[in-house]
């Protein structure tokens, strides 16, 4: 059961909106906690401006090609396009900063085991389902998901958004 059952553009809900702040929100406090813990500044990137533009001309973007042409944003393989997309300057903060590449591998064994047993409890109680067009499908436990979801967000989740956080928000270190 949904908070706020009204759907932005009748496809996403202000519920997911808040889900993935915090879900952002939730792997930045840990990394910054626990593992980018040599050294404290008080200040943020100028960088961090070039990715609040990028993220509203792309909203826009978006939001535009769906209220003008709405098949335009009917993609085949849509998970993976955009996520392969999203990881793409993850990649390139890593190989331009690679000091931070352990801490970003160290992320990921505890985010997979929350985010796993997330997926499957969602799955389980009917939260969600895969009926898209995928790459392939996995089920784990008699629930099955994507595999896009099992790479891409639940593997590699939590090591893109620490690298978007140290690209754009951080100090690279």
Not at 58 to 68: D, E, Y
Not at 74 to 102: E, H, K, N, S, W
Not at 110 to 115: D, I, L, R, S
């Amino acid at each position: 059961m949904l908070l706020f059952p009204a759907a932005f553009l009748g496809v996403l809900n202000i519920d997911e909106w808040i889900w993935f702040f915090f879900w952002a929100l939730f792997i930045v406090v840990f990394y910054e906690h626990f593992l980018d813990t040599k050294h404290y500044s008080y200040r943020i990137s100028h960088r961090v401006w070039c990715g609040i533009v990028f993220g509203i001309l792309m909203s826009a973007g978006v939001i535009a090609s769906f209220l003008v042409t709405p098949e335009l944003i009917d993609i085949q393989y849509a998970y993976l396009l955009v996520g392969g997309a999203a990881v793409l300057p993850a990649l390139y903060t890593m190989f331009r900063y690679p000091t931070i590449i352990p801490k970003l591998i160290f992320l990921i064994p505890f985010f997979f085991c929350v985010y796993l047993a997330f997926e499957l409890i969602a799955l389980h109680f009917g939260w969600w389902s895969f009926d898209g067009n995928y790459v392939s499908l996995v089920t784990i436990l008699g629930l099955t998901f994507a595999l896009e979801e099992l790479v891409i967000w639940i593997i590699l989740g939590s090591a893109v958004v620490a690298a978007y956080h140290e690209l754009l928000v951080d100090d690279q270190r």
